[in-house]
């Protein structure tokens, strides 16, 4: 892990009674800012936050989630807009999933695939999307039922077999504040603690998805190595439908390594520590 900068963790997904969030905005601040997060985005359903600090120094992006389609065959896009720096010119009739992305951009903040998974996105329809500055690997909140598919690890490789490696973000999507709460973050890596610092490492993917653990992917001479925080397993994912050296396990595992074969073309990796906790990389392309 790079020692320059500061390592900030955020929660960049979280509805309050502004939507259909069961706590209100204060008691949604209050609650990650007593878990030690350093940044929220407040995004409730078609409602804009925005940009603030609290007292107690917690950065609040601007945030909203935009949301259109009701089945899958119209196709379900759950967009989150953060860091917008005026209110995006949308309407709830919207129906293009592209017009969200663009007017979040035009604003000046970044677009977010929001879970994937529990939408049924397709990677070939995403693939067609530009201006993603990346897309939730983990939901929290589709692992509390009703709900249902909170990982969205399939997609993000069936896109990337694409090659559209969208950089992947831990998110929990707090609605109950009851086990969907503070449970899966992103780790940013900013030059210092500040919005206009987390914008910047967001639109940079300088940032992993976790539960705890760390990860830290690089790749060096035909080789993908991980460096991570004591786990039990790691685990390598790439186009390849097999490869004998992609997961290790054992106990506090610190730096594992993946021989690459010479068709893969991009490789993420998973760690997950003795308590079933994990860290999720974004994919990196290999050629
Ligand atoms: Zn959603
Ligand atoms: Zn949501």
Not at 47 to 74: F, H, M, P, W
């Amino acid at each position: 892990m790079r020692q320059e900068g500061v390592w900030l963790r955020g929660n960049l997904h979280m509805h309050t009674t502004r939507s259909d969030g069961r706590v209100s905005v204060e008691e949604a601040i209050a609650r990650y800012e007593r878990a030690g997060y350093d940044f929220i985005a407040v995004t409730d359903h078609w409602v804009r936050s925005e940009k603030g600090t609290t007292a107690g120094g917690l950065l609040l992006l601007s945030g909203c989630e935009y949301n259109i389609g009701d089945t899958v065959q119209q196709g379900v896009y759950h967009i989150v807009g953060v860091g917008m720096e005026t209110a995006p010119a949308l309407e709830r009739t919207e129906k293009s999933p592209q017009r969200i992305i663009d007017e979040i951009n035009a604003a000046g903040g970044v677009a977010i695939l929001a879970h994937p998974a529990w939408s049924l996105n397709s990677a070939e329809d995403v693939a067609r999307l530009t201006g993603l500055c990346g897309t939730e690997i983990y939901n929290t909140t589709s692992a509390v039922p009703p709900n249902v598919r909170p990982y969205s690890g399939l997609f993000v490789d069936q896109l990337a077999s694409l090659g559209v490696l969208l950089p992947c973000m831990g998110a929990d999507d707090a609605h109950r504040y009851v086990h969907d709460a503070a449970v899966c973050a992103i780790m940013v890596h900013a030059r210092e603690k500040s919005h206009e610092a987390v914008m910047e490492a967001l639109r940079a993917g300088d940032f992993y998805a976790t539960m705890g653990p760390s990860v830290s992917l690089t790749v060096e001479g035909g080789e993908a190595v991980v460096a991570c925080s004591p786990a039990a397993q790691v685990e390598f994912y790439s186009d390849a439908v097999w490869n004998d050296s992609r997961v290790t396990q054992g106990e506090g595992i610190t730096t594992a390594r993946c021989r690459l074969l010479p068709f893969e073309t991009f490789v993420r990796a998973e760690v997950v520590d003795s308590e079933g906790r994990r860290a999720f990389s974004s994919p990196v392309r290999v050629k």
